[in-house]
């Protein structure tokens, strides 16, 4: 079993920044990787990014690419999300997932424990 739980997100204006984190606890010794997701009111959850936890070699949406970064620390088994440049799209709940077996990383049902989720609010 596995727990997840994601804090940083809040309420920003257009051209801020968030740093989310996801802290994992329990059977953390063989992660494959973790990636973030997002839901907006009405639609379906989105990759956003994710990182493989041997390597770090990371993987993001198009609509995120050079805006957002996603790192980890091996030793906190925490991932994180630097978001730059937020803008009102990027409204969502924010989600962290891991998954133990190998896969694209981009598909909700590569990954088998979630986080809560955290709010994201960007104004414009």
């Known amino acids: 079993q596995v727990q997840m739980v994601e804090s940083g997100g809040g309420l920003v204006q257009a051209g801020g920044s968030l740093r989310l984190s996801c802290a994992a606890s329990?059977?953390?010794?063989?992660?494959?990787?973790m990636g973030w997701f997002r839901q907006a009111p009405g639609k379906e959850r989105e990759f956003v990014a994710a990182?493989?936890?041997?390597?770090?070699?990371?993987y993001y949406a198009d609509s995120v690419k050079g805006r957002f970064t996603i790192s980890r620390d091996n030793a906190k088994n925490t991932a994180y999300l630097q978001m730059n440049s937020l803008k009102p799209e990027d409204t969502a709940v924010y989600y962290c997932?891991?998954?133990?077996?190998?896969?694209?990383?981009?598909?909700?049902?590569?990954?088998?424990?979630w986080g809560q989720g955290t709010q994201v609010t960007v104004s414009s």
């Open positions: 329990g059977r953390t010794f063989s992660f494959y990787a």
């Open positions: 990182i493989r936890w041997s390597g770090g070699s990371a």
């Open positions: 997932a891991v998954t133990y077996t190998r896969g694209v990383l981009t598909t909700t049902g590569e990954y088998d424990y």
